[in-house]
Each structure stands twice: as structure tokens, then as C-alpha cells.
């Protein structure tokens, strides 16, 4: 279904909500959607609205391209490696 | 502003029982059921046309699958827009596009095959039965069937 096929820019939300110990619920409440609408978010397979993402990048007190990519992020462990 | 009625669709909808519908392969047993149950009747309305209870009797199992459906669904065809996210309108939407063309394809094999067997006035009543109940609940199949795996309970 074209709501929830995998979609072209990649997010750091599932890496952000680890780093912060944040849970699904507690994102989705945050953000006014629901927890399995964060999940296919994360995944993918939903590709949000920018108002959402705005949202989104403005409850991790983060830019939108710190949050969102149309390019694959590189691992964390790259830039660690250089420092 | 929601009404009563849509806050308590809402409550029901997001209750720990539905969530337990939530997974891609109970929607899609529930989805058969709702197409059984269908079946069910119209084959009620053409074996036992003379005897009504029967039929009502085959309703039960069909309506019951019905209501499974939406609970697996979060209500998402029941519920106003301000009461559903943006993914979930986005899903519904597209089921609806998506049902469209599936139903037309549909009753144009039904019509069809009424036109081509020549159908008895019983059999098409309960033909008519089965693609009237199927169609009717065509976008709500649609969206049960297709949905992702949500994995999303933490």
C-alpha cells in the first residue's frame, strides 16, 4: 500500500529515542500520533508530512537534517573513529 | 470537536484488546472470516431462501468478523480525522482508492456471471448478498490485508 511503502530519506528517530531513552508511546504522545505510527516512521514505511517532521526534529531540540536525510546517515562509529 | 459517540469508538478502538488484534496475521484471518462470513450468508439466502432465521443465523458469525475488523484497524474508517493521525487517514485514504478499483473489477464478474448462468431469482439474491456485503466492506479488507507488521509496542 502507497501509505506504507518504504520510502526514499532516511531518519535517526529510533537511534535518537535509544540515545534518550525515550519510548514509542512517549514520542507519539509528544508529537500527537500514534506509538505504531512512530514505528512505521522509523521503519520506513510512512513517509511523513513535513509538519510532523518539524515536530519531530523540534521535540529532540534538533535541526530537520540533523533528524532527517535523503541520504543513508553514516554509522556513528565513523566519526568517533576520526576524532 | 469529537462527539461522544467518536470518544468512545476511540476508547474502544485503543483498548489492550485491540491491540492484540494488531498483528498482520490476525487482521488477515479476520479478513477471511469477514469474506466466509459473506459467503455464508449468500449461500444461506440460496440453500434456505424459504426459511429467513437461517440467514440471520449465518449473520452472526459474519457480523462478528465485522466488528473484530474495525477493532483491528483502530477505527480508522469509524473515526474522525481529528481523532486519527496522519498515517492513519493516509492509510484509510488509500484503501479507499485501492477497494475502488478491486470492487469495480469485482461486480463486473458478478454482473457478468448473473447475465451469463442466467441466475435463479434465489441465487442472485444471494450472490447479490455476498457482493453487497463484500463490497461494502471492501476498503476495511483492503487496509487489514496490506497493513505493515506495526512492531510497535514497547
Known sequence: MGASKEVDFHNRIRLLRTERSISRKELAEAVGVHPQTIGYIERRQYNLSLALAFKLADYFGLSLDAVFSSQPFRPLSDSALKE | ?154
Open chain 2, 1 to 154: 470537536m469529537a462527539s461522544k459517540l467518536q470518544l468512545r469508538i476511540f476508547g474502544q478502538v485503543n483498548s489492550p484488546f485491540a491491540d492484540r488484534l494488531q498483528t498482520r496475521s490476525k487482521r488477515r484471518g479476520i479478513v477471511l472470516g469477514c469474506i466466509g462470513g459473506a459467503a455464508a450468508i449468500g449461500a444461506g439466502i440460496i440453500a434456505v431462501v424459504e426459511h429467513a432465521a437461517w440467514v440471520l443465523l449465518a449473520a452472526i458469525p459474519f457480523w462478528g468478523f465485522a466488528f473484530l475488523l474495525n477493532m483491528s484497524l483502530r477505527g480508522i474508517f469509524e473515526l474522525d480525522d481529528d481523532l486519527l493521525d496522519e498515517h492513519q487517514i493516509a492509510v484509510r485514504n488509500q484503501s479507499y482508492k485501492t477497494a475502488y478499483g478491486y470492487a469495480l473489477v469485482f461486480l463486473l464478474i458478478v454482473a457478468t456471471a448473473a447475465t451469463a448462468f442466467d441466475f435463479e431469482r434465489h441465487v442472485a439474491l444471494g450472490v447479490a448478498a455476498f457482493a453487497f456485503l463484500t463490497g461494502a466492506l471492501a476498503p476495511r479488507l483492503v487496509a487489514a490485508w496490506t497493513l505493515e507488521e506495526p512492531d510497535g509496542r514497547e
